[in-house]
């Protein structure tokens, strides 16, 4: 079982190998809960669990009581990459897992790792080493801050349509967040594909597949690549 603590969600994935059985995002993760899971899957015995909002300690305590053995994922989890980070206690599990499942899962020793969430990561993988990378504000966090702090603005949603300029004012905020999103990743690839032209663009994350659409040359990591990252994490600590 892999599981990912998010700010409000937890993401839970039953894998056999490299196959997702299921997968599904909940509240919070109850002992019936996991009963039902084993009824469904009784050889499944080892999980993960990390977080980069809050503490594992909960479902990490109630997975225990069910039996099931428990990996809790933060900066000291033996990986199987190298991390260059120079403060490893302060890097999200998410940035580390991602970079796990580009390197161990997609096979890309070289990557730059573009994760679309409520931040957006922008993370560099090279010789298989994780380098470190930048955060900026997600899409739906630009959209959310220029409502707030506005007093006439609407709040806005992404948007398929592509165009140069903004005939209205939603167009314009619309176009103004996504395309201003587009060029900033456009300039990242530009920038690091001058100092190695091995990188392989990387996609990930909820909102990735709005922007796979305005920036062609990118992979869109189908499966959840942090996801991925954490079961082979799992595995990993499993062989030691």
């Known amino acids: 079982m892999i599981i990912d603590i998010g700010n409000s969600l937890l993401k839970v994935a039953l894998v056999q190998g490299d196959v997702v059985l299921e997968q599904h995002s909940c509240l919070s993760l109850s002992e019936d809960v996991v009963n039902d899971i084993q009824a469904r899957y009784p050889s499944m015995s080892r999980a993960i ?15 225990r009581k069910c039996g099931i053995d428990v990996l809790e994922m933060n900066s000291l ?5 190298g991390n260059d980070y120079l403060s490893p206690e302060t890097l999200g599990v998410d940035r580390l897992a991602a970079a796990v499942g580009a390197v161990e899962v997609m096979g890309c020793a070289d990557a730059l790792i ?17 380098r470190g990378g930048n955060i900026s504000p997600g899409m739906r966090t ?7 702090y506005t007093s006439r603005l609407p709040e806005c949603e992404a948007t398929d349509e592509i165009l140069r300029l903004g005939r209205t004012t939603r167009q314009a905020i619309e176009q103004g967040v996504m395309e201003g999103i587009t060029h ?39 499966c959840d690549l942090v996801l ?4 082979r994490i799992l595995e990993y600590n499993a062989e030691l």
């Open 228 to 231: 991925c990252g954490l079961n």
């Open 49 to 63: 669990v990390a977080s980069t909002a809050h503490t594992t300690a909960e479902v990490a305590s109630t997975l």
């Open 77 to 81: 989890t033996p990986i199987p990459i």
């Open 184 to 222: 900033e990743i456009r300039g990242y690839i530009s920038s690091f594909s001058q100092q190695n032209e091995k990188l392989t663009l990387i996609f990930t994350g909820g909102d990735a597949n709005f922007f796979v659409k305005r920036i062609k040359n990118a992979i869109f990591a189908k």
């Open 114 to 130: 573009v994760d679309f969430g409520t931040a957006i990561t922008i993370d560099m993988v090279e010789g298989g080493f994780f």
């Open 142 to 148: 630009r959209f959310r801050a220029l409502h707030d």
